[in-house]
């Protein structure tokens, strides 16, 4: 499966879901301070807080479907 991304009515890209071993690299990646910006990094630390805190919210494929395209 490749990146898929989700639009806003302007066809604005306003997220992306990716295979969740593209994810980890992207997690690992960040561990191994590469040069990455620093939005990127504030937003994976946050992420990761959210996990250790217990405060992630995961969603399924339908959850996502019925926010952003009411189906």
């Given at each position: ?9 302007k066809g604005e ?25 620093d939005e990127y ?31």
């Amino acid at each position: 499966m490749n990146a898929q991304f989700i639009t806003n009515d302007k066809g604005e890209k306003t997220a992306a879901i990716v295979p969740i071993s593209e994810y980890e690299d992207l997690l690992h990646q960040h561990h191994l301070n590469l040069e990455l910006t620093d939005e990127y990094k504030n937003m994976v630390d946050q992420m990761l807080r959210q996990e250790t805190e217990g405060s992630a919210q995961y969603v399924s494929l339908n959850d996502i479907k019925q926010r952003f395209i009411g189906k």
